[in-house]
């Protein structure tokens, strides 16, 4: 592979991968380049290409790949999409794979149309739509809805990636339906605040953190 079109290429590619993203383009049995970004897993060039990488799995399919990797490999997890890069006179010449941090594994998944809470010793399935507000609390993950309150093993953080647009983040404890908003308001220390449709009276704050994000989603 030619140095100044790998070069070429590499440069295209920076242009469009996320800013958390790293690169890494193979040829033989051998990584050639390697641009670091946030998710870095310190790929050396001329690094042999280990088992179990996503680069190996683009060579063994020809085709692209897209997966999961975890910390045996390269001893950090990443969430890997590999091509592979073929010349027109030998075929599969390389590879080249978007090194990504391994939540986007869960971030490319469909959002959930439901979630299982566990209310006294039962698991039962809730309907996203049915559901008012999520909070974190001493370390549990409990769901409102009209008519109950479910825990849920779920982590808030894992939810936020999983659940559609109809659902924002307010807090670092707090994911709320937008559906169940009634109106934004500022308490008696003037921070904002969000007022709910149900339960009747309830309201929750909105941490400074989340001000700006909120209110650019919603246009206020």
């Not at 280990?50 to 950090?76: A, H, N, W």
């Not at 299982?116 to 001493?138: C, F, H, T």
């Not at 307010?170 to 008696?188: E, G, L, P, T």
Request: proline share 5%; glycine share 6%.
């Amino acid at each position: 592979m030619q140095s100044n079109v790998v070069q070429q290429f590499s440069s295209f590619i920076e242009d469009w991968v996320p800013e958390e993203a790293s690169i890494a383009i193979a040829s033989g049995d051998k990584y050639i380049t390697y641009i670091p970004g946030r998710h870095d897993i310190h790929i050396s060039q001329g690094q042999l290409i280990p088992s179990g990488s996503i680069t190996e799995r683009v060579y063994m399919q020809k085709s692209r790949v897209e997966s999961l990797v975890d910390k045996s490999v390269f001893g950090t997890s990443y969430y890997g999409v590999g091509y592979p890069l073929e010349d027109a006179d030998s075929g599969l010449s390389g590879a080249l794979t978007v090194i990504l941090p391994p939540e986007y594994s869960i971030a490319v998944q469909k959002p959930l149309s439901f979630i299982v809470g566990k209310s006294d010793e039962l698991w039962i399935p809730i309907a996203v739509e049915q559901i008012i507000y999520i909070e974190s609390n001493q370390k549990k993950t409990i769901i409102y809805t009209n008519d109950d309150c479910f825990t849920s093993k779920y982590p808030l953080k894992t939810l936020e990636l999983r659940l559609s647009d109809s659902f924002i983040r307010i807090h670092r404890s707090y994911i709320v339906n937008i559906a169940y908003i009634k109106q934004f308001s500022r308490d008696i220390a003037s921070n904002l605040e969000v007022a709910l449709k149900e339960p009747r009276g309830a309201s929750l704050p909105i941490s400074q953190s989340y001000v700006q994000s909120v209110r650019g989603i919603l246009g206020f």
